[in-house]
């Protein structure tokens, strides 16, 4: 696989803060996209990267969510359900843009734009290790965090 270096992105955080891909670099870096706060698939896939974040941050990994709802209800998600990491807010997509996981799904019958849930690893020098596209939410954490141990 070609060494593929991710773009500096910026986007808000929860916690009032900002998250800026250039100043995470040192650590190696899980960002997973998903759907929708609230929803039980994503609900789930948060759960288990929060149970799992203590193993994140011994192998010195941070972990991002990001979707595309606002702050508010990302903040109202990392409170309710206890997440130990930051959700950033991509309301515009352009990081969702950015690592292409924007796709048109059916919902209902109907065509709808919306998140592939995906998952990417980066090193701590901010090169993209592994991706995952369309995963499942029950154990992914737990196939991210044995990839996570062999960087």
């Known amino acids: 696989m070609p060494v593929q270096v991710v773009a500096d992105f910026t986007l808000p955080a929860t916690g009032g803060g900002i998250f800026n891909l250039a100043a995470a670099c040192g650590k190696s870096l899980v960002i997973y996209f998903y759907p929708k706060d609230n929803t039980p698939g994503c609900t789930m896939e948060s759960q288990q990267f929060r149970d799992l974040y203590t193993e994140f941050q011994k192998a010195g990994c941070e972990v991002v969510g990001i979707s595309r709802d606002s702050l508010k209800s990302h903040e109202n998600f990392k409170a309710k359900f206890g997440l130990p990491f930051a959700l950033l ?63």
């Open 89 to 151: 807010s991509d309301t515009e997509e352009t990081v969702c843009e950015q690592f292409g996981v924007i796709k048109l799904k059916n919902m209902y019958g109907k065509q709808v734009r919306g998140i592939e849930r995906s998952t990417f690893v980066l090193d701590k020098h901010g090169v993209l290790r592994r991706e995952w596209r369309g995963v499942k939410a029950d154990g992914h954490a737990k196939e991210v965090i044995s990839f996570v141990k062999t960087l």
